[in-house]
């Protein structure tokens, strides 16, 4: 089970940090993404990181301000932003597939949270 949290109104410019809590697996295991869907358009990849490499990805209009990080000990998975956009906007979910991909193909993953809603008014 995957839960989001951190989501927010912010203005422009500034930063959020979103946890997500995993119960039921150990991530050592896993391939961790988040991705993001804003209203009418299509759920998109923003970062994920392969957990025992930790190798980490991210999509070019994030790169240098979002930081996706794990906790192994709290079994908690971060993504730093910084330099929000209004364009960041939508909500955003985790997710987690055992293959140990990282890639961005939402069908690679097959368990999601239910998101939290990020905000960046201009």
């Known amino acids: 089970q995957l839960v989001e949290s951190g989501g927010d109104l912010v203005q422009a410019g500034g930063s959020l940090r979103l946890s997500c809590a995993v119960s039921?697996?150990?991530?050592?295991?896993?391939?961790i993404a988040w991705f993001r869907q804003a209203p009418g358009k299509e759920r998109e990849g923003v970062a994920s990181?392969?957990?025992?490499?930790?190798?980490?990805y991210y999509t070019d209009t994030v790169k240098g301000r979002f930081t996706i990080s794990l906790d192994i000990s709290g079994n908690t998975v971060h993504l730093q932003m910084t330099n929000l956009q209004p364009e960041d906007t939508g909500v955003y979910y985790c997710?987690?597939?055992?293959?140990?991909?990282?890639?961005?193909?939402?069908?690679?993953?097959?368990?999601w949270g239910r998101g939290t809603q990020v905000t960046v008014s201009s």
């Open positions: 990181m392969i957990d025992r490499s930790r190798k980490s």
């Open positions: 039921g697996a150990t991530l050592d295991y896993y391939a």
């Open positions: 997710a987690a597939e055992a293959a140990g991909l990282g890639a961005f193909v939402p069908d690679y993953y097959d368990t």
